[in-house]
């Protein structure tokens, strides 16, 4: 399963999965028949190189620093050290 992954043969997934269906364990089985049941975006994970990583880790810092800042009075201070700390903006010095 894990060539088939590698080198994006999502046909060769699909068989592999049928024929490995009768000599796993019952846990095997298990994942089997949840990847089966949202085939359709395993196919696209395959078929596509995009994915939202970069955007879910800009995420994940803006609400770390929404908890290291909390109690910041002015939504503009907040709102420019985010723009600063992804690099959307630069400070400006007299």
Avoid: P, W
Avoid at 7 to 36: G, R
Avoid at 75 to 82: L, P, S
Avoid at 83 to 91: D, P, R, V, W, Y
């Amino acid at each position: 399963m894990q060539h088939c992954i590698k080198i994006k043969d999502f046909e060769l997934l699909k068989k592999t999965f049928e024929n490995k269906q009768n000599i796993v364990s019952s846990y095997m089985k298990t994942a089997i028949k949840t990847i089966n049941k949202s085939i359709n975006y395993v196919e696209n994970t395959l078929k596509y190189d995009y994915n939202n990583g970069i955007l879910e880790g800009i995420h994940n810092e803006i609400k770390v620093m929404k908890r290291i800042f909390f109690g910041y009075r002015s939504f503009y201070h907040f709102r420019n050290r985010i723009f600063i700390t992804q690099n959307l903006a630069k400070i400006k010095t007299a």
